[in-house]
């Protein structure tokens, strides 16, 4: 095969209609390998460890970016387009994300002595949170130009390195002590996060050549802020539960199990670029059917999967993952449901829809907090948060949503 047919497949395979999905499937199976990588190599604690570091990382890197990547990719695709400028946009938003980035990273080093007691993790916190910051910037700029190819290589890019790096990381430490090993496995970690942004960097924008509504652009930013990071705790507040109120051991049996069922979850994140994109207005019926089938497959594989490739020490991940795998049906159509109330521009909506979907989680954590309740009131939120998005889109004119000519931010 040629160098130029298999660039031609290539090309063809990132332009199918569910390449997104098929991005999110690989990043899981690296995500997946890696984990079973690091679990052989220092148990559920050290992977406990490491599991609260990116999910931390994550979390307050996203809070840094203050959603400007989602306002810079639904502004520039509206009617009045040609006032905001996508590449004067990002650079714009870099200084913002830098001057969020200080007490971020404040927060960063307080969160971390609290979870780690040690000063070196709350560095690899504060630089993992500034470079998840950067990357989600430079993965909205990638959307507001249609580089849908461009940004599906680039997130494949992180989780790639991820499972390379640790797997070296395991491999060439074996012999030493585990503590030794967490260290590297978080630098590893954290390196991973901050190679793949400083690379795109290099070909993305940092001057600002065009005017910026910036006043629209902080307001559109504030609102959708709100509802991301609605979806997020949504998302991960089972990791982030676990991670203030268990030991470490937990949450690695249940990062474990999570790891194993979270392919369906994760294809959810497809729904919700396309709907940010304008690409979905309306039910994705067969993306639905996808996951479910993905879904029994997982549940069914679990029991043998898990044993095997991670040990007895975690049977208990068996049923985190068979729950979590089901549920991800219903997180695929409440994250679609949330990305075209997002591009549709109504954030505030939502925000409702998930911030309903938080209270119905901590309702089911109270009644119980062992590993598998976890794995249950986090389907049951992606459940309520479903129903609040499907009703508010049936206020957006019949459950389909047509996209206004004049997205709310932007003055005239």
Known sequence: MTIG???????????????LEGMYILTQILGTIASLVIARSVGPAGRGSVTTLVVWAQ????????????AIVVLSRSALSDSLDPDAALAWSRRVVSALGVPVAAICFVMGQHLFHDWVWSIFLIVGSLATANGALSSGWLLAHKRVKGFIIYQLAQPLLYFMMVSIVALVLRHVDVETRVMALALATTAS????????????PWRIRAKVPSRGLVRFAFSSQAAIA?????????????????????????SVGYSIGQATVLLGSAGIVRGIMGRSTNVDK???VLTGVLGIVIACLSPFVIPLIFGQAFDAS????????IGGVVSYAMQSASGRLLGAGRPWLMALAEGVGAIAFGVGISVSRQIDSVAISSVL????SLIVAQL?????????????????????
């Open 392 to 412: 508010c889109l049936r206020r957006v004119k019949g459950d389909r949503v047509y996209y206004p000519d004049e997205l709310p931010g932007i003055p005239e």
């Open 286 to 288: 067969s993306g639905i």
């Open 59 to 70: 979390l307050l890197g996203w809070i840094a970016a203050f959603s400007l990547d989602k």
């Open 230 to 254: 609605m979806l997020y705790l949504n998302s991960r507040l089972d990791i982030l539960t676990l991670s203030l109120l268990s030991s470490p051991r937990e949450v690695g049996l249940y």
């Open 381 to 384: 939120s992606f459940g309520a």
């Open 318 to 325: 068996i049923r985190v993952a068979q729950i979590i795998a």
């Open 193 to 204: 996060l901050v190679i793949p942004v400083a690379c795109v960097s290099i070909i993305t």
């Open 5 to 19: 047919s298999t660039s031609r497949i290539g090309s063809r395979v990132l332009s199918h209609s569910r390449a």
